[in-house]
């Protein structure tokens, strides 16, 4: 079977990290805005290192200015996800660049995006669920905001709570009150940890902001007992191993800790991170886990079902996830 048509969830994906670089060129187009700087002399997203590519994530992300263009990269997207098998995703969505933190601004970005995402499930089944995310390199203050947003919004629809951006700015625990707000609002959390920094971040997020799944967590590997903490305290993994390879957190696809992580009892999930930008997708992340570590069928199904079991939906959700990837 081509790995394309196999049925998949994806649990960690940003929704602008997402965009097709012809739409962004389109919409600076459209806007008369400069893109000097953000795309190779291919047309492909242009970086140098992790702290350049969140820099050229911003200025791409500058191009989308109102719900109606969240509304159309929600289209693109799902539309891109659904051609690779995926019937499920989960995406980050950051209130700093929906409406600047601003409660009623956000919820209009939001009511277009779930109109974009509803029509999606119609035509193709995709199904959709957002989850707010801090940029943690704009600081407590502003995730505040974005919890404020998160929390107003909760419900079916949005699901979670999750932080992105430079993990070497400041610590989890100046996060937490944000991280509190969400959580008491029952939105489940994840956090980007342990892609740059080393196990005593992937701690210090279990710990201080309650996470239950874990962006990346790849560099738990580091450390034996943390490794034996995340079984024991059933924490799940968002892997992103092509986005990992692209960056330069490993230098190749052997080398990745997915299996060693796997094999220790570790509930990993396979995701694309921004697939344009890492030149992936849900496909390509499939053959090189088959071709690198010989990940069969059977274990693509495992993996899948695992991941339904980990999203932050409803049972009522997930028990429709689960009939999809059976079908
Ligand atoms: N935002 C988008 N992609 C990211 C990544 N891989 N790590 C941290 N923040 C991100
Ligand atoms: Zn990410």
């Known amino acids: 079977m081509s790995f394309s048509k196999l049925k998949k969830v994806e649990l960690h994906l940003h929704l602008e990290g997402a965009a097709p670089p012809a739409f962004i060129r389109s919409l600076a187009k459209e806007k008369n805005m400069s893109i000097d700087g953000v795309f190779d002399e291919n047309g492909a997203y242009s970086y140098t290192d992790f702290w350049d590519f969140l820099k050229v994530y911003e200025a791409a992300t500058a191009c989308l200015k109102t719900p109606e263009d969240y509304a159309r990269l929600t289209s693109a997207v799902l539309e891109n996800c659904a051609e690779h098998g995926v019937v499920y995703a989960e995406t980050f969505l950051a209130p700093d660049f929906c409406g600047g933190g601003d409660v009623v601004a956000w919820r209009e970005y939001l009511h277009a995006m779930q109109e974009a995402a509803d029509k999606a499930e119609k035509d193709s089944g995709i199904i959709l669920r957002g989850i707010p995310t801090v940029v943690r390199h704009f600081g407590p203050d502003a995730a505040k905001k974005s919890a404020k947003c998160a929390v107003e919004t909760a419900g079916d629809w949005v699901v979670g709570f999750g932080m992105g951006g430079d993990e070497k700015f400041g ?23 342990g892609e740059w920094s080393g196990p005593e971040e992937i701690r210090a997020t279990i710990q201080d902001l309650k996470a239950v799944r874990i962006g990346h967590g790849v560099r738990a590997i580091e450390d034996a007992a943390l490794v034996r903490e995340i079984v024991e305290k059933d924490i799940v993994l968002e892997v992103c191993p092509g986005s990992n390879v692209a960056l330069g957190v490993y230098a190749d696809w052997a080398s990745h800790p997915i299996q060693k992580l796997r094999d220790a009892g570790v509930k990993v999930t396979v995701s694309t991170d921004d697939p344009p930008f890492f030149h992936t997708t849900m496909t390509d992340e499939y053959e090189m886990l088959s071709r690198t570590f010989g990940w069969d069928d059977d274990t693509f199904r495992a993996l899948n079902i695992g991941a339904a079991e980990a999203a932050f939906c409803t049972d009522a959700t997930r028990a429709q996830i689960l009939k999809k990837l059976e079908a």
């Open 171 to 193: 610590t989890p625990s100046d996060f937490a009150y944000a991280f509190d707000m969400a959580r008491e609002a029952g939105l489940k959390i994840t956090s980007h940890a």
